[in-house]
């Protein structure tokens, strides 16, 4: 699953095997073995791709199918209720329990933006 979605991001950016290697500081060899899965990459590498591509390390490991990060979820509210449940939840719950979801992102937005 990683050496398709690695490819599969590389490719949306227009980029070779080689210039991504550049960028990672690596082999074009390298990337060609992550692409084939042949080769794993360390957790920095995991890390400096998710951040390069700008989506989630489960993303690429293949552990979601959600490309974006947990801050960019944050960020948007409405993305980020709606991944409960395939329907979103407007169907589903009242006002009053929608505004206390955006509530409580607020607040761990704020908790962990302060530190």
């Given at each position: 699953m990683f050496g398709t979605r690695l490819k599969e991001l590389r490719k949306d950016k227009g980029l070779t095997q080689s210039q991504l290697a550049d960028i990672l500081k690596t082999s074009p060899?390298?990337?060609?073995?992550?692409?084939?899965?042949r080769r794993t990459p360390d957790t920095e590498t995991l890390q400096t791709l998710s951040d390069f591509f700008n989506v989630s390390?489960?993303?690429l490991i293949g552990k979601s199918d959600i490309k974006e990060s947990a801050?960019?979820?944050?960020?948007?509210?409405?993305?980020?209720?709606?991944?409960?449940?395939?329907?979103?939840?407007?169907?589903?719950?009242?006002?009053?329990?929608?505004?206390?979801?955006e509530n409580f992102i607020e607040y761990v937005k704020n908790k962990y933006n302060s530190k």
């Open positions: 060899s390298s990337i060609g073995m992550y692409e084939q899965n390390v489960d993303y801050d960019d979820l944050i960020k948007n509210k409405q993305v980020t209720i709606a991944l409960h449940n395939d329907d979103g939840i407007n169907a589903e719950l009242p006002d009053e329990a929608k505004q206390e979801i």
